[in-house]
């Protein structure tokens, strides 16, 4: 079993960039796929990001040449970089982890001018 936390949402300006963190505690975190997902108000929440156990990261079209994912396994960590954010990347953000689909408590990404 593992537990996820979030951190390093906040209040970002349009073009602006913001790094999240999510830490796993438990063992085995370098087993797991983690991913990014995210629910802005009134939408499903949907796939950020994904980065396997190897370390091969796919992401989903409409942050595609703006996010990048990476792990840090001695850290029990999965970053996701943002960058040139727009209103439309306003949401919570969650943290993933399979298998087992453990889910971290979110963190809140608002961009705003």
């Known amino acids: 079993q593992v537990q996820l936390v979030e951190s390093g949402g906040g209040l970002v300006q349009p073009g602006g960039s913001l790094r999240l963190s999510c830490t796993g505690s438990?063992?085995?975190?370098?087993?797991?796929?983690m991913s990014w997902y995210r629910q802005a108000p009134g939408k499903q929440r949907e796939l950020v990001a994904i980065?396997?156990?190897?370390?091969?990261?796919v992401y989903a079209d409409p942050v595609k040449g703006r996010v990048t994912i990476s792990r840090d396994n001695a850290k029990n960590t999965v970053l996701l970089q943002m960058n040139f954010l727009q209103s439309e990347d306003t949401a919570v953000y969650y943290c993933?982890?399979?298998?087992?689909?453990?889910w971290g408590q979110g963190t809140q990404v608002t961009v705003a001018s």
């Open positions: 438990g063992r085995g975190f370098s087993d797991y796929a």
């Open positions: 993933n982890a399979n298998p087992g689909n453990y």
């Open positions: 980065i396997t156990s190897g370390g091969r990261a």
